[in-house]
C-alpha cells in the first residue's frame, strides 16, 4: 500500500511558477502516477499523467505549461507548473494506480493547495 504527501502549494501570481512535489511512503515503480485538481464546485480534473514506463498525458488546459516527471529512486512525483493563471487556483492531489489481476488499486494523497492571485 502506498501513502502519498504533496507539498509545495502557496500563493503564487499570475505568471508565476511553482514546484509540488509528492513523497510516496512505498515504492512507486509499478505505478501511474498523477496530478488532479478540484476547484470549489467543480469536478476533480486530471492535470498530468505519467506511466511507470515514463510516457506523459496532460489536460489541454496546462499543456506546454506544466511538466509532470518521478524519481522511482526517491520514490517522488513532481509537477512544474509555469506561467500560472488564475484558473489553475484549486487544491491539486497526487495520485498513484495501476492494475493487478485485474483489478484496480488506486491510492490518493490529501492535497496541497494552490492558489494563483494577483
Known amino acids: 500500500q502506498v501513502q502519498l504527501v504533496e507539498s509545495g502549494g502557496g500563493l503564487v501570481q499570475p505568471g508565476g511558477s511553482l514546484r509540488l512535489s509528492c513523497a510516496a511512503s512505498?515504492?512507486?515503480?509499478?505505478?501511474?502516477m498523477g496530478w488532479y485538481r478540484q476547484a470549489p464546485g467543480r469536478q476533480r480534473e486530471l492535470v498530468a499523467r505519467?506511466?511507470?514506463?515514463?510516457?506523459?498525458n496532460y489536460a489541454d488546459s496546462v499543456k506546454g505549461r506544466f511538466t509532470i516527471s518521478r524519481d522511482n529512486a526517491k520514490n517522488t512525483v513532481f509537477l512544474q507548473m509555469n506561467s500560472l493563471k488564475p484558473e489553475d487556483t484549486a487544491v491539486y492531489y497526487c495520485?498513484?494506480?495501476?492494475?493487478?489481476?485485474?483489478?484496480?488499486?488506486?491510492?490518493w494523497g490529501q492535497g496541497t493547495q494552490v492558489t494563483v492571485s494577483s
Open positions: 495520485n498513484a494506480a495501476r492494475v493487478w489481476f485485474g483489478i484496480r488499486y488506486e491510492y
Open positions: 512505498g515504492s512507486i515503480y509499478y505505478y501511474n
Open positions: 505519467i506511466t511507470n514506463d515514463g510516457s506523459t
